[in-house]
Structures are given as C-alpha cells and as structure tokens.
C-alpha cells in the first residue's frame, strides 16, 4: 500500500497534507525517515512525529433508525450522521441505500464504495424484509397479488414478492428483492391497504437483531450472523 495512502486512513486526513507530513520529516519508516508518499508500507513500523500509527480500515455500520430521521449526509439535526458515535464519522461514511423520514429499522452505513454498490446495485437483487403495520387487516389475495408481481399506480411492475401475513391480520412481513422509492408503501396501496408502521428487519444476511433504536453497531462483511425467521413478538 502507498504510504501516503496508508496514513490517509489511520489519520483519517487528506493525501495532501500527509504529503506534507512527509516532506517535514515527520514520519518514519522501520525506524528511518520517510523518504517519498509513494514508498510501499504492510503498516507495521509507520510512526507519525514518534508516535505509532494504525490503519483504522474500513468502517461498516448497522444501525437502528428510529422514526423521524433522515438517510442523508447533510449536515441538519434530523439526519442520520448525528446518531453517529464520532469515532466512527469518517470521511465518506455514507448510508447504503435509504430509509424514508416515516420509516424504522436496519440502516447500513459504510465508507466503502465497493461494499455499498454490492448492497443497492438493482443487479444484486438484495433480499430485504420489512414489518408492516395496515391500517386494515391484509388478506389472502394480496399474498397472491404479492407473489405474482404488483402493478403500481404510476405502472411500475414489481418482481414476485412474498407476504407473509401474521396472527394480527393488519400486520406483515414483506419480502422484496428490489428496492423502488417507497416500495412497500406503493403496494400496499395498490392493494387498498395504508402504511401505518414500516420496519427494516433485513438486508441481505445482516439484521436488525439486537440494535436499540438510534443505537449503531460496528460488523465487518465477514462476520455474518445465521440469518432466522423474525416473530412479531420480537417487533
């Protein structure tokens, strides 16, 4: 890794003024000064005005997003960031895909460009499941309707998707692999039912499980959790 790279993610800092760490000497190398940004490092003897430094990677995020909030970077009391601890508000960090102002739940936030377009590339088809709340009981026909691919008001056709009706006929957990702006609301609609209450339970292999609303949780991509069937009791 170049050199200049490395310390622009252990400092959390810009390539120029690293490189201008350099130029001023005071970064050391395996003991000996820094000679060019370009040098190669693996990051184990890298000392910034004698003090020891350490890549932070990358930051991957699963938050809780209560109600009210918004999936935006901009700097306004209601957006998501500000429930960032800030160790973790690095440059770039960024939700991967949205969750709207009324809505709840699994939120993912990443620096990492490559990581966030695998989670909201419409080629992925990434599973994600929600918690609805009707304001009226869903029936069986809307499961078949479901499952057959809705068609929108504005005549968008929507993939197969499932709805799985819970013991409180007004309430559900829909299934989609897609993600259309204010999907789940729109065909609730379509079948003559209202949103009332909406929860991201999942996207993908990562859940909400165990995340206190407005909490943030740290993972990496590697570590994922057996993926488990969700109870409204657990809502």
């Keep these: 890794m170049r050199l200049d790279a490395y310390l622009a993610s252990a400092l959390n800092d810009s390539r120029k003024?690293?490189?201008?760490?350099?130029?001023?000497?005071?970064?050391?190398?395996?003991?000996?000064?820094?000679?060019?940004?370009?040098?190669?490092?693996?990051?184990?003897?890298?000392?910034?005005?004698?003090?020891?430094?350490?890549s932070r990677g990358k930051i991957y995020l699963l938050m809780n997003k209560p109600r009210g909030y918004v999936s935006t970077t901009e700097n306004i009391p209601e957006?998501?960031?500000?429930?960032?601890?800030?160790?973790?508000?690095?440059k770039g960090l960024a939700p991967a895909g949205?969750?709207?102002?009324?809505?709840?739940?699994?939120?993912?936030?990443?620096?990492?460009?490559?990581?966030?377009?695998?989670?909201?590339?419409?080629?992925r088809h990434m599973e994600k499941?929600?918690?609805?709340?009707?304001?009226?009981?869903?029936?069986?026909?809307?499961?078949?309707?479901?499952?057959?691919g809705l068609t929108l008001k504005d005549g968008f056709k929507c993939l197969p998707s499932r709805l799985e009706i819970s013991?409180?006929?007004?309430?559900?957990?829909?299934?989609?692999?897609?993600?259309?702006?204010?999907?789940?609301?729109?065909?609730?609609?379509?079948v003559g039912n209202h949103v009332e209450r909406l929860v991201r339970l999942r996207v993908g292999p990562y859940l909400l499980d165990g995340?206190?609303?407005?909490?943030?949780?740290?993972?990496?991509?590697?570590?994922?959790?057996q993926i488990k069937k969700y109870d409204e009791k657990e809502i």
């Design 17 to 54: 003024n690293v490189r201008n760490y350099i130029k001023q000497k005071r970064v050391t190398l395996s003991g000996r000064v820094a000679l060019s940004a370009a040098e190669k490092t693996d990051g184990k003897e890298v000392f910034l005005d004698g003090k020891k430094l350490e």
């Design 129 to 148: 499941v929600y918690f609805v709340v009707g304001a009226k009981s869903f029936s069986e026909s809307d499961v078949e309707a479901f499952a057959k």
């Design 79 to 90: 957006s998501v960031m500000s429930l960032v601890p800030s160790e973790f508000r690095v």
């Design 211 to 225: 995340i206190k609303e407005g909490e943030v949780k740290r993972f990496f991509p590697g570590d994922v959790k």
């Design 167 to 190: 013991r409180n006929k007004n309430e559900a957990f829909v299934t989609l692999f897609e993600g259309k702006y204010h999907q789940v609301r729109r065909m609730a609609a379509a």
């Design 98 to 123: 949205r969750l709207d102002k009324d809505s709840e739940g699994l939120l993912i936030l990443t620096d990492d460009g490559n990581f966030a377009h695998e989670i909201i590339s419409p080629s």
